[in-house]
């Protein structure tokens, strides 16, 4: 086995890493935003039965699920360009090797209960995004139809966004490309 086979063979490798990790945060984030979920029903129930519940507590959990998808929507933007850096890689030496095994196409007709041109990847950043939008969507319905005093869903809001920004700002690789 010659460098560029050996190269190839390791470039595999990684993608095949990246593809599993990505599966692994996933479901690290299912699993909290599912929580997160919960605890934003129950303490609305709670707030809905018990006037004196503060709002103020659901509103905290909304912004928990902002930062939480938010978050996974990044970490799933980050995968995704990790796992096309190692699908270039491994185009580049299958076509110095004169065996593009990764660049052959499927014919197989799409049809509506058959096989699309569907990224999984892509899709999930589409979810993860629409799962943040549902969160700021519920955060300002809850503050609408529950706040008298405006200034603590205020704190809590511009709380959130600079968290938001300070995982934007501080969130990305150091790394140029």
């Given at each position: 086995m010659d460098?560029n086979?050996?190269q190839?063979?390791?470039a595999?490798e990684?993608r095949?890493f990246?593809i599993?990790h990505?599966?692994?945060?996933?479901?690290y984030?299912?699993g909290?935003?599912?929580?997160?979920?919960?605890?934003f029903?129950?303490?609305l129930?709670q707030?809905h039965?018990?006037?004196?519940?503060?709002?103020?507590?659901v509103?905290?959990?909304?912004s928990v699920?902002?930062?939480?998808?938010?978050?996974?929507?990044?970490?799933?933007?980050?995968?995704?360009?990790?796992q096309?850096?190692?699908e270039?890689?491994?185009?580049e030496?299958?076509a110095?090797?004169?065996?593009?095994?990764?660049?052959?196409?499927n014919k197989?007709?799409?049809?509506?209960?058959n096989?699309?041109k569907?990224?999984?990847?892509?899709?999930?950043?589409?979810?993860?995004?629409?799962v943040?939008i549902?969160?700021?969507v519920?955060?300002?319905l809850?503050?609408?139809?529950?706040?008298?005093n405006i200034l603590?869903?205020?704190f809590?809001?511009?709380?959130?966004?600079?968290?938001l920004l300070f995982i934007?700002?501080?969130?990305?690789?150091?790394?140029q490309?």
């Open positions: 460098d086979e050996k190839l063979k390791r595999y990684l095949d990246e599993s990505y599966w692994k945060r996933a479901q984030f299912w909290f935003l599912a929580v997160i979920y919960t605890g029903f129950l303490m129930i707030h039965k018990d006037k004196s519940f503060p709002v103020e507590y509103l905290i959990i909304c699920g902002c930062i939480f998808s938010l978050s996974w929507y990044f970490v799933n933007r980050g995968s995704k360009r990790w096309n850096h190692w270039t890689v491994i185009n030496f299958e110095k090797l004169k065996i593009p095994l990764y660049a052959i196409e197989e007709k799409t049809e509506f209960f096989a699309g569907f990224s999984v990847s892509k899709i999930n950043i589409v979810v993860s995004f629409l943040f549902s969160w700021i519920l955060w300002f809850t503050v609408c139809n529950n706040t008298e603590p869903p205020i809590i809001g511009v709380s959130t966004v600079i968290s934007y700002v501080y969130g990305k690789s150091s790394r490309s």
